[in-house]
């Protein structure tokens, strides 16, 4: 394969523009920075997440089960709730596919987006923040970041992690007649519990 | 300042009053102006098309009338982009930058250069519909464009605004192109047909009686498409109402 | 395949006929163009980011070769196979080589305007691979053996009952369904069966970061997260002008891309892959099929700037009422007609005439590609090239001639004012004239402007221009 690469890569120093004519700017740092939860919160509604706010006096188990009566099988991945399926038995996509509600803790998130960060990090295997029906998602209100230039700035995760995914929101789709429906392929709903 | 106006094909045959509105104001706000009798045509269709070559006798045609005049201005904001942006079939003479660089629309002509504060001969007792042409919009930049989220502004609206009794109706797609585009009136002709229709719907159901433009070969298509779909609305240059319409 | 020029007009007219599929088609689109225009005029830095999103990606393009070997080496390190393909052909041959190496028979993949290009599927499927597309449109697409007519929004010319039709007779599911709900609801349930028993998956790549040796995929439905976590091999298709230099670079780009799109902050998922996951295998095919080529072209080469948003698409009046599929080809719209021409200048030789240059597609661009007036540049290579009609070809030669001669020029104004006059209502309107057929002819007039200024202003009158020498 290498006769490939290196008529692609010729033809490309052949063909490019002039270089000198094109330098690369400085890293942009732009917009609202602004890190509260606040606008977190905000930005998370807006992409059809939500957050779960404790009651008084409840364990996260108990709001889960409040916010997802019917879930029956629930794994966490985190100490702070002790769900119905022991993690260590998550070895295999299909076993995840089995999972109601999946909880799981984000290193941090975005206040512009309302996105948060799940690597390999905080899961089993990489499937397990896809294939359960929901996902409870625990968050530091101290690990937010203002927008998306300073988190690829500060977050050393996006150079380390093989596998980092930025959910805002739920699963969704629109490609039927524009019809916005959360739940499309991945979790029908995310829930942000703050820590 | 000696004027030369260009008076382009379109409005030449159909839509004389609007070059003739064109000319009596210019005089009203003390212009000299000539109309060079032997002009045709700028060359934008065989540029539009892709035939640029085709467009060199009409563009010497353009410089030969045009070369001795301060300021050339037309009642057009296509031909002005074509003058100014792309009209290059022939060698880009001395004469001929001169000719690109002094070619004004009518109305960035008045509201840049003339700087015309006051139309104290025009009334206008209707609600209208301002059509921006692309090539006003886009390319003179007459107006701010909905998609660059820019501080809006308006030159015709500017010059409209000064006129007495006339009312303005916005409709829904204010900057969409009406679909008249050149030769794709012709060779796309189904898709442009729509779009004019679309467009003249727009205005009408936001309440204009007339749809008031700076550039005629829009009007001619947009009048076209209203009156076969049955579109009660009529159809005015901004010339025309600047120079006192009595309609 | 075909080389005749795809006819758009005629299937743009086709699709004018549809009214319900029209009205929606417009409206949905341009909804998606105000929701882009919210976001924008929320954010008031939106033309800086623009402006910085087009100097990375013009550096980047003026270094592609040796951002593409930092990527290499990146990747290599962190454990991707990566591979380089010159054409569709020898994409198709090395994803089939690595799937017969994994006794792969099932793949599911998310969508990838790169995999269309090449023609993959079909490739795949005699090599005995099943291919299931998991992103919702591209899966309706795919089961009504249609391309994408929209790079965002692959089946948005369809309404639910079309979608219902289609479900109907590959899911099963009741054909009168027109609950949107329901037939999502109705692929989910289809869709995970496959995608736990598949063999192999696969992704595009909307950014590729040479700095860390990522690839970046952005997507609402998580369906590309799914495709690439849950079999343990995992290929993606990119283009090689996908690149960006620093992770941070990928602030301005994940800031624009799903606003311009969808007029959403951002997609739901925006995932970045730098090496295989545990007990697995990664591939990365880094495909060319003109892209170096396309450098080459002075006027057209910031084409390759591109990141696939479709705002172009939503913005453009001539997309929103002829539909994607009637470009006839892999990549529609604005950008398409900008694209398409480079693939196979013959067959797109009609596509840049698809436009009314209105310019609209330019400014909603989040890299700033200026695609009307490289629509423009297009027509006059094309007449170069002579891929223009040889009728249309001459009629602007001869009207050029006649625009040269002012006494010949005013004799053709007096024959159509005659016609137009006297000639009767069939003859103007019947199909050579295409003009009338849904619109009135411009009224006659008494005299033209030149006939009056000649009656009312003989005094002023100027020197006249010399006639045309021949």
């Known amino acids: 394969m290498t006769a490939a690469r290196d008529e692609i890569l010729q033809a490309l120093r052949n063909n490019r523009p002039t270089p000198e004519n094109h330098p690369l700017p400085p890293v942009a740092t732009l917009g609202d920075l602004d890190a509260s939860r606040e606008r977190f919160i905000t930005s998370l509604k807006i992409l059809g997440g939500d957050v779960l706010e404790p009651v008084e006096g409840e364990t996260l188990d108990q709001a889960i089960l409040r916010r997802h009566p019917d879930a029956k099988v629930i794994c966490s991945n985190v100490p702070e709730a ?23 803790r984000s290193p941090f998130g975005i206040a512009e987006m309302g996105s948060i960060f799940l690597s390999e990090a905080e899961l089993p295997i990489n499937s397990f923040a896809h294939l359960g029906q929901h996902i409870v998602v625990l968050l530091s209100v101290d690990q937010l970041t203002a927008n998306m230039h300073t988190a690829y700035q500060e977050r050393p995760e996006f150079k380390t992690a093989n596998y980092g995914v930025l959910m805002s929101g739920p699963s969704a789709t629109a490609d039927i007649q524009g019809v916005l429906i959360r739940g499309a392929q991945g979790v029908r709903s995310l829930s942000v519990w703050f820590t | 300042m000696k004027i030369g106006l260009f ?37 934008q269709p065989m540029g539009n098309s892709g035939c640029n070559s085709d467009a060199a006798a009409a563009e010497a045609l353009f410089v030969r009338n045009f070369a001795k005049y301060d300021k050339i201005v037309m009642p057009s904001g296509s031909c002005t982009h074509h003058v100014r942006d792309n009209f290059d079939a022939i060698p880009q003479t001395d004469e001929v930058r001169h000719v690109r660089e002094n070619t004004y629309e009518l109305v960035e002509f008045l509201h840049d250069i003339l700087k015309v504060d006051a139309f104290p001969w025009a009334e206008f007792n209707h609600t209208v ?25 308006s030159k015709p609206m500017d010059l409209l605004s000064k006129v007495k009794g006339i009312r303005f109706a916005t409709p829904r ?15 796309e002709e189904a898709v442009s047909a729509r779009m004019g229709v679309d467009k003249v719907r727009d205005h009408h159901q936001a309440g204009a009686e007339y749809i008031v433009s700076a550039d005629s070969s829009c009007i001619m298509h947009q009048q076209g498409c209203a009156e076969r779909a049955g579109v009660p609305i009529r159809f005015i240059h901004i010339a025309q109402i600047l120079n006192g319409a009595a309609q | 395949m075909s080389n005749k020029p795809v006819n758009h007009a005629k299937a743009a007219e086709h699709f004018l006929e549809d009214a319900p599929h029209l009205q929606f088609h417009d409206e949905r689109l341009w909804d998606m163009r105000q929701k882009r225009d919210a976001q924008m005029h929320i954010l008031p830095e939106w033309q800086e980011l623009r402006e910085e999103a087009s100097r990375i990606k013009e550096h980047t393009l003026s270094r592609l070769p040796e951002y593409l070997e930092q990527f290499e080496t990146n990747a ?45 599927r079909p490739y795949l499927a005699k090599q005995g691979v099943t291919v299931t597309e998991t992103d919702l449109g591209e899966r309706i697409q795919q089961l009504d053996d249609q391309l994408p007519s929209h790079i965002v929004v692959p089946a948005v010319h369809k309404l ?13 599911t009741d054909p009168n369904i027109r609950d949107p709900h329901l037939l999502a609801e109705a692929q989910r349930q289809a869709a995970r069966p496959v995608i736990l028993h598949a063999d192999a998956g696969m992704t595009g790549g909307n950014f590729v970061v040479a700095e860390t040796g990522t690839f970046v995929v952005c997507t609402n439905e998580g369906n590309a997260d799914l495709s690439a976590t849950v079999p343990n091999l995992h290929i993606a298709t990119i283009g090689i002008e996908r690149l960006v230099p620093r992770m941070a670079d990928m602030g301005v780009f994940i800031r624009l891309l799903s606003r311009s799109a969808l007029g959403s902050p951002i997609t739901q998922y925006t995932t970045h892959f730098r090496g295989p996951q545990k007990g697995g295998e990664m591939h990365v095919v880094l495909v060319d099929n003109g892209r170096s080529a396309r450098l080459g072209m002075e006027d057209f080469w910031t084409s390759l700037k591109c990141i696939r948003c479709g705002a172009c698409m939503n913005t453009c009046p001539v997309y929103r009422r002829s539909g994607g599929l009637s470009y006839g080809a892999v990549y529609s719209g604005p950008i398409g007609a900008i694209i398409d021409p480079t693939f196979n200048e013959r067959k797109y030789s009609t596509l840049p005439y698809a436009s009314t240059l209105n310019g609209s597609c330019t400014n909603v661009c989040p ?15 094309l007449v170069q090239h002579h891929e223009m009609p040889f009728v249309k070809r001459e009629i602007m030669h001869m009207a050029g001639k006649l625009m040269g001669q002012p006494k010949m020029y005013r004799a053709a104004i007096k024959a159509t004012e005659v016609s137009l006059s006297t000639m009767p209502r069939f003859v103007l309107y019947n199909w050579l004239n295409p003009w009338g057929k849904h619109r009135e002819n411009p009224h006659p007039v008494k005299q033209t402007f030149n006939d009056w200024y000649r009656k009312n202003r003989e005094t002023a009158k100027p020197a006249a221009a010399p006639e045309t020498k021949k």
């Open chain 1, 82 to 104: 002790k769900g119905t399926l022991p993690v260590e038995k998550v070895k295999t996509p299909q076993d995840a596919a089995t999972i109601d509600v999946t909880v799981v």
């Open chain 2, 7 to 43: 008076i382009p094909c379109y409005i030449d045959a159909f839509y004389p009053d609007a070059g003739i509105a064109t000319l009596e104001l210019l005089e009203k706000l003390g212009q000299d102006v000539e109309y060079p009798l032997d002009q045709t045509c700028c060359g």
């Open chain 2, 129 to 153: 519909g301002l059509h921006n042409s692309c090539g006003t919009l886009r390319a003179l930049r007459t107006a701010s464009m909905s998609e660059l989220g820019e501080k809006p502004f």
């Open chain 2, 173 to 187: 797609r204010p900057d969409e192109c009406c679909g008249f585009g050149g030769t794709f009136s012709v060779t």
């Open chain 3, 76 to 120: 290599k390190k962190n454990g991707i196979h990566v591979h380089w393909a010159r054409d569709g052909a020898e994409h198709n041959r090395i994803v089939g080589e690595i799937l017969k190496a994994h006794n792969a028979r099932n793949l599911i993949k998310s969508k990838s305007m790169v995999t269309e290009e090449c023609d993959m």
């Open chain 3, 160 to 172: 639910t009952a079309d979608v219902a039709k289609i479900f109907a007779k590959d899911y099963h």
């Open chain 3, 367 to 381: 890299v700033k590609i200026n695609i009307h007036e490289q629509l423009y540049k297009w027509r006059r290579v």
